[in-house]
């Protein structure tokens, strides 16, 4: 089992930066990718960014250019800057882990997740 709580949501202005936290627990030596995911009211979830063991990433288009995730392997968490905040990028947001064991089988680890607002 692994165990993910999110942090670092609030309210920002328009054009500023936040900063989340995911701490994972349990058995996260199994976990091979990691990402962040975002619901805004009335939407579908959707895929903002994710990054694998060895660290490669994948940011959504949306994202793209303003938010990077990183991962702090000894602190088993992984981070999701975001800049240059938009009101569209009002959401609440998830981290998850979706790949693990060796053969990266499919896996579905879901955190409580953080609301994000941008005030215009």
């Known amino acids: 089992q692994v165990q993910l709580v999110e942090s670092g949501g609030g309210l920002v202005q328009a054009g500023g930066s936040l900063r989340l936290s995911c701490a994972a627990s349990?058995?996260?030596?199994?976990?091979?990718?990691m990402g962040w995911y975002r619901q805004a009211p009335g939407k579908q979830r959707e895929l903002v960014a994710t990054?694998?063991?060895?660290?490669?990433?994948n940011v959504a288009a949306p994202a793209k250019g303003r938010f990077t995730i990183s991962r702090d392997n000894r602190k088993n968490t992984v981070y999701l800057q975001m800049n240059s905040l938009k009101p569209d990028d009002t959401a609440v947001y998830y981290c998850n882990a979706d790949r693990c064991g060796s053969d990266w089988y499919p896996c579905d680890y879901w955190g409580q997740g953080t609301q994000v607002t941008v005030s215009s």
């Open positions: 349990g058995s996260i030596s199994s976990i091979k990718r």
């Open positions: 990054i694998t063991s060895g660290g490669m990433t």
